[in-house]
């Protein structure tokens, strides 16, 4: 590989000659040769998306130059486009400021208007106004809900309207509830799909909540909250121009010792997303135990069959979906734990856990968006009731007997269904040899559909 030499405060670097990174991001990547994780792309890109903004600020105020400020923009939408993503090398595990990633960031800009023939330097004109303290949490924040507006929620809206759908097609049909993995009383199978669709639509207004705190931007801090360098003019064109190109209605952290040294939002929005996730691990495991079988199991549905299950067993289905998607589910409330604890550790005037908190937060969001879509596709849509399994269920179920409560008491009841147990006898045997109520009077109590409520 050929080389080209570069220099930064610290002297000069070998850089290869086809990158378009400076010596910061060469030293970083030298330095920090640490596992296989890299700085997400929605990051970068929001990074760039800055980096863009800033530009246009710094010229309305008079501070950089036009033709330097639209070399830094077109340089920036390259970045924003995905065009030049292998010119972001560095390690996730660096510092805990993301400067050397800010500073990839700035090289790169700089690189690419430099070959298009405007000198730019990556500290002075592409970071001016700023600091890596006040612009990667302002990332962080602008990639979190750049993400949940434009990939998750339309998700969730779409898995939504597969579950009313559901609801409708199954609303007649009648099964049996279980609690405690127990036999429990009648329901209909809407019902029960309503259950899942009512966790979706909550969680979906716990992650929108979120979206007020995320909103809140640390640009225009700097270095320790106190905005050196950076004007309240500048400021007020950056949330400008980034709204007009975003329509987010993003705004200013009105206190930036506290944007830059706590990520309580972060913790909020990965709260929601691990709600997120545990709503939909719970409709995910109701399925594939109801799915379970086909002859040993409770078979009270069937779910799409989209390919072998196993490597030995012929003709053997699996709910491989229902399994992925309860992987992702455990992963975000793993991530959860560790964004968490990244944020409980700022010190002073500086959080120094930013890079695995963003790339925790931001692979939620991403799992889970990609973990509902193909959950929603590949099995929820497909999901087909047993009715003949269902009624048998409900037929055979000893917890009807509930309905006799209120003319008998309970442990008139109790004794029914014991006897019903033990002898392997229908509830209505049982009660009649009992002799607790007559036949007329069973047939009138015992009445499925006239136990599932409003």
């Known amino acids: 590989m050929s080389y080209r030499i570069e220099k930064d405060s610290m002297g000069e670097v ?6 378009l990174w400076g010596a910061q991001t060469e030293r970083s990547r030298q330095n920090f040769n640490i596992g296989i994780e890299k700085m997400p792309v929605a990051l970068i890109q929001a990074l760039a998306l800055i980096k863009k903004n800033v530009a246009k600020a710094n010229e309305a105020t008079g501070r950089l130059e036009k ?14 486009m995905g065009e030049v993503d292998d010119q972001f090398p560095l390690s996730l595990w660096q510092t805990g400021s993301g400067t050397q990633t800010n500073m990839n960031v700035n090289e790169v800009i700089a690189h690419i208007a430099t070959k298009s023939g405007v000198v730019v330097h990556p500290n002075d004109q592409v970071n001016m106004s700023q600091s890596s303290n006040d612009v990667f949490p302002t990332a962080i924040h602008i990639a979190a809900v750049q993400l949940i507006e434009e990939r998750l929620f339309p998700v969730m809206k779409q898995m939504i309207q597969t579950l009313k759908k559901l609801e409708s097609e199954n609303e007649k049909i009648i099964k049996i509830g279980r609690t405690h993995l127990q036999d429990a009383t009648p329901i209909t199978f809407a019902q029960e799909i309503s259950g899942w669709r009512s966790g979706l639509e909550h969680s979906y207004q716990m992650v929108a909540l979120t979206l007020n705190e995320l909103k809140q931007l640390a640009i225009g801090g700097t270095a320790v909250g106190t905005g050196l360098n950076a004007s309240k003019e500048y400021v007020g064109e950056f949330f400008k121009y ?11 952290d009105l206190n930036k010792f506290h944007g830059l040294a706590s990520k309580d939002a972060v913790v909020f929005t990965s709260g929601a997303l691990k709600a997120l996730a545990a709503n939909a691990m719970k409709m995910a495991n109701d399925i594939r135990w109801m799915a379970s079988g086909p002859r040993s199991g409770f078979g009270e549905i069937t779910i799409p069959a989209n390919e072998p299950g196993s490597s030995i067993m012929p003709g053997k289905i699996n709910p491989t979906q229902c399994e992925a998607l309860t992987m992702i589910a455990i992963q975000v409330m793993g991530n959860d734990t560790t964004i968490g604890i990244g944020a409980s550790q700022g010190n002073f005037e500086l ?9 925790n937060l931001l692979q939620s969001i991403e799992l889970l968006t990609d973990g509902l879509r193909s959950f929603d596709q590949n099995c929820l849509s497909g999901i087909k009731a047993d009715q003949g399994k269902m009624k048998q269920y409900v037929e055979q179920s000893l917890m009807l007997v509930t309905a006799l409560n209120p003319h008998i008491g309970y442990d008139n009841g109790a004794k029914i269904a014991k006897k019903a147990f033990v002898e392997n006898m229908t509830l ?10 007559t ?6 109590w015992v009445k ?4 599932l409520g409003e």
């Open 351 to 359: 959080n120094v856990y930013m890079p695995v908190m963003a790339y």
């Open 448 to 451: 499925p559909e006239q136990m």
């Open 14 to 19: 070998q850089v290869p000659k086809t990158a």
């Open 428 to 437: 209505k045997q049982a009660a009649l040899a009992l002799e607790l109520v």
């Open 67 to 80: 033709k330097i400020s639209q070399a830094i923009q077109e340089a920036a939408d390259t970045i924003i």
């Open 242 to 252: 980034l709204n007009e190109e975003t329509n987010a209605h993003f705004s200013e």
């Open 439 to 444: 036949e007329q009077e069973y047939e009138n």
